[in-house]
């Protein structure tokens, strides 16, 4: 109990802060590698520190000077190693450093304009059989991707997507990037996925797609060529078997969050069914009347149709 005691009055509100942070610090990082092949690397360094720990412990004296000199050269080793999980790294640091969470990254206009034509030309690729892959940007900078295609600069619309991904076109091979309402590039090539999971049910469109969102922030759509489905690529997560609203209103969502509910389909008001004289005299005879309807009078004298004779109260009677 007194040593509880001693422990509990060390502890400081410094100290929780600085655990937390340390705690917090330590699971971004793994999440940052998780699923890359930056595990088995971090597996591998922490086994040597297990070895260098153990020579340590048992005095392996040449065995520890071979690990202490080898340890100069495996710092830069590990920066040209972890090259690209320092990058992606840096470029969420870089993102949480700009105001980028409180500044929109486009318009609402603009994400309408742009989730509406971009949805309409992957329903028109599908439909069509024609593959796709077209990258939007948001925070992150693809000015380095769209310089390995052609330059184009050109507004955004399904018919020109339509037109870039056609078959006989020289472009339709790689990327379309897209920055604003913009179509910067066409004909881009993307990096390939570093993740771990299995890629074999997945074409190339879908291997670039992957290795692009690990990277960057974009927003990639694919169409794909053998079979048509429309897939929606964030983060390195995929959201299958798309149709042109649902692309729209994700594509929305991503761009511009509180631009979702505009283009949520709206239900037409529920028409009110009116039984016919036929249908009222059937619930009528077998009790199937639950509440009252109203039935236009008729004038006096008038001819009172019968409901289960007549095909047609209002035809024409022949004489």
Partial sequence: MPLLQSALNEVSPNVVADVAITALLIYWLFSLIRGTRAVRLVIGVCLLLVVYAAAVTFDLQL???????????????????????LRRALDRIGRLGSLGWLISPAEQSTAIHVATEVASAAERLS????????????ETGLQEIAENGVMLHADV??????????PKTPLHDGAVVIRGDT?????????????????????TRHKAALGMTEQTDAIVVVVSEETGQISLVERARIVRNLDEPKLARSLAALLHPQTASRLRPQRPPARRVVPTVREFAR???????????DVPRKAPGAHEPDPLTDENP???QAS
């Avoid at 065995?63 to 999980?85: K, N």
């Avoid at 090539?189 to 993740?195: G, K, N, Q, R």
């Fill in 63 to 85: 065995l520890r000077l071979i690990l202490q000199t080898s340890a100069y050269v495996g710092l830069f080793a590990l920066v040209v190693v972890f090259q690209p999980e």
């Fill in 127 to 138: 439909r069509e059989g024609h593959g796709a892959l077209i990258v939007l940007e948001r």
């Fill in 157 to 166: 619309s399904a018919d020109l997507l339509v037109t870039l991904f056609s």
């Fill in 183 to 203: 179509i910067l590039a066409a004909g881009a090539v993307l990096p390939s996925a570093e993740t771990t999971i299995p890629l074999e049910r997945f074409g």
């Fill in 283 to 293: 619930r009528a005879r077998f009790g199937g009347l639950s509440r009252a309807v």
């Fill in 314 to 316: 209002d035809r024409e």
